[in-house]
Every structure is written in structure tokens, then in C-alpha cells.
């Protein structure tokens, strides 16, 4: 189900929403679900070094991997936007698929 819409939606389609909402929803926020969630709200806010940038990468796949056993995590590439936007693109292949999609996620800094 569309979490917008309220309407349905494919499969590959609600895997990408559920990825997008695992990626930007920081651990410990759920309350019945504190280990829900990654790291990345936390990271984001910090200096994109090349070894910050390694370990937004290592966050993408550690919550994909906990959280989403549909899916198989290819690549995690992020895009640092002049404009300030932080962009991660992800590569996956889905379980019983054999074609690679691809989905971006914009990423924003923890609102605390």
C-alpha cells in the first residue's frame, strides 16, 4: 500500500518505500520498534569526508540488510548537491528478480 495514497502498489514499488522510510527514520524514534530504522539521520549533518562518506554507505547496507530481507543490496552511492541536497542512490535486485533497480533517496539531517 502506497503510504501516501492509501492506494496499491507493486511489489518492487513497496520494497523502494520501505527502504526509503528505513533509511531516514533514526533508531530508537519508533516506539515499539526502537532498533527500527539507521543511522543515517545522525550522519548526515556530519562533514562528507571520504571515510563519513564509507560509513553512510556501511549504515545503507547494515539497515537494508536488518530490515528488508526482500531485497539484496548492490551498490549505495551518495551525491553531495551544490545546493546543499544530499542524494544516496541504491542498486538492489529483489528477491526472485534478476534485473537490478535502482532508487534514489534524498536524505536529510536529524531534526533534533
Known amino acids: 500500500m502506497n503510504a501516501t495514497t ?8 513497496h520494497i ?5 522510510d528505513i533509511l531516514t527514520t533514526p533508531i530508537g524514534s ?3 520498534r526502537r532498533g527500527y530504522g539507521s ?4 550522519m548526515i549533518d556530519q562533514p562528507m569526508t571520504p571515510a563519513n562518506i564509507l560509513r553512510l554507505q556501511a549504515a545503507t547496507a547494515q539497515a537494508i540488510m536488518k530490515h528488508e530481507p526482500r531485497t539484496r543490496l548492490r551498490r549505495a552511492t551518495l551525491q553531495l ?3 546543499g541536497r544530499t542524494v544516496l542512490t541504491i542498486e538492489r535486485t529483489d528477491k526472485g528478480q534478476s534485473s537490478i ?5 534524498e536524505l536529510r539531517g536529524s531534526q533534533a
Open 30 to 32: 519508533r516506539l515499539m
Open 6 to 13: 492509501g492506494r496499491s502498489i507493486a511489489w518492487a514499488e
Open 81 to 83: 548537491g551544490a545546493d
Open 16 to 20: 523502494g518505500q520501505s527502504i526509503a
Open 101 to 105: 533497480t535502482r532508487q534514489t533517496v
Open 39 to 42: 543511522y543515517i539521520p545522525q
